[in-house]
């Protein structure tokens, strides 16, 4: 049995998809996957022994700015990764019995499985991306923000925008397969039936009109990699310090400074972890650690709170670890939607802004070290699952079979 994954993103996107392929293989299952080419994806995937399909362009190039690419270059980047895909993916999914592809990204996959005859599943790892009548589509960048009072109206507007960055190519591409032609690209992708590996106590899925969601649970794998030595030294010689990171993200100039500060003003420690940004201390106070990748797993459990950018994954490591959370979100993709989540189950605090003040930052601040503040977030980490990824191999395998 054979199975191809295919993602592109960051390492948010990716790393779902691998702790799928680690417990597929535990049953048996050989596994490719379609990622971007940056070297710690194929170095990861090498580890595992999973062979890498490289499409697209490297990401961390395309998040080297200080902004987001311009509205040109991203439907640019759509068009040449669509084109990518049909070039690719056929000979990538030759002797697979399914596809998974995770993310909206992945216009092509469905018509490539369909003409080799083989499964189909989509997934989505926050329920915001799903349409629903409880919620509004996520922010994507490089189109417009869709104006109407009610949700299932600015999900309309939304699959309008996908059609006029898909519709025509997409189409072209599957008449020279000898497919018809799809009116609604977005659904279409999605399917009736998608998959949500999302956690059902942080982010559940409300039944809605019209898909049939099978949640999963969140896609993760066990990280016990040691923290380094001079990280230990730091977290042995005082109180729990709050940590500050934001992944892949580049925030918005001055945030760590800004954070760190308002950390202080608290009386606290500060871990900042560079990140793809790499974010720089600006001192050399006793009080604050700058820290490069580490297990997060073995971390959060240490930590007062974590401040971070409302990443699905740092959000489920944050929560599972019973660490309050201060979230800082870029309007971007299900960043505010997991902060709505951590507000919502009291875990924390969500800034609504990605460029805060003093002020909500102090007072977020003193939500989030709050004593009970962490007592639920403690309570909400002891019923937080681990075992989505395996829960999601074996409804694939038995699908297959």
Not at 200 to 223: E, I, M, N, Y
Not at 226 to 235: E, G, I, K, Q
């Amino acid at each position: 049995m054979r199975v191809l994954l295919s993602t592109y993103g960051t390492r948010g996107d990716v790393e779902p998809l691998v702790a799928l392929a680690v417990r597929l293989r535990e049953l048996g299952v050989e596994v490719r996957m379609c990622a971007p080419p940056d070297e710690e994806f194929a170095q990861r995937l090498a580890g595992l022994g999973v062979r890498l399909v490289p499409v697209g362009p490297p990401v961390r190039a395309l998040m080297s700015g200080t902004t987001l690419p311009s509205a040109e270059d991203l439907a640019r980047y759509r068009a040449e990764m669509l084109d990518a895909q049909f070039e690719i993916f056929p000979a990538a999914l030759d002797g697979c019995d399914a596809l998974v592809a995770a993310g909206l990204a992945q216009i092509a996959a469905r018509s490539v499985a369909e003409a080799a005859g083989v499964r189909y599943v989509y997934t989505s790892y926050s329920a915001v991306n799903l349409p629903s009548p409880y919620h509004a589509p996520p922010p994507r960048p490089g189109w417009p923000e869709p104006e109407a009072n009610d949700n299932l109206t600015l999900w309309e507007l939304d699959a309008r925008s996908v059609n006029a960055q898909f519709a025509e190519p997409l189409n072209g591409h599957r008449a020279a397969l000898g497919q018809p032609p799809v009116d609604n690209v977005r659904d279409h992708v999605f399917t009736e039936r998608p998959w949500l590996a999302a956690d059902p106590v942080l982010g559940p899925w409300r039944k809605a009109p019209g898909l049939d969601v099978t949640q999963t649970g969140a896609w993760t794998l066990p990280d016990e990699r040691p923290l380094p030595a001079d990280l230990l030294t730091f977290l042995d010689a005082g109180a729990p310090p709050v940590y500050v990171g934001f992944g892949s993200i580049r925030p918005s100039p001055d945030i760590a400074r800004r954070a760190v500060e308002a950390i202080r003003a608290q009386d606290h420690r500060v871990l900042v972890s560079r990140g793809w940004a790499d974010l720089d201390l600006g001192d050399d106070r006793d009080d604050c650690l700058a820290i490069g990748e580490v297990s997060h797993q073995s971390l959060f459990g240490r930590v007062a709170a974590v401040v971070h950018h409302g990443g699905a994954g740092t959000t489920l490591t944050a929560a599972r670890a019973g660490a309050p959370q201060v979230v800082v979100p870029l309007q971007l993709a299900d960043n505010p939607y997991w902060a709505g989540q951590v507000a919502e189950l009291e875990l924390g605090a969500a800034l609504d802004s990605p460029t805060p003040t003093a002020e909500s930052l102090s007072v977020a601040f003193k939500t989030a070290l709050a004593p009970e503040t962490r007592a639920r977030a403690k309570a909400v980490g002891g019923r937080i699952r681990s075992d989505g990824a395996s829960v999601a191999a074996n409804l694939l395998v038995d699908a297959i079979r």
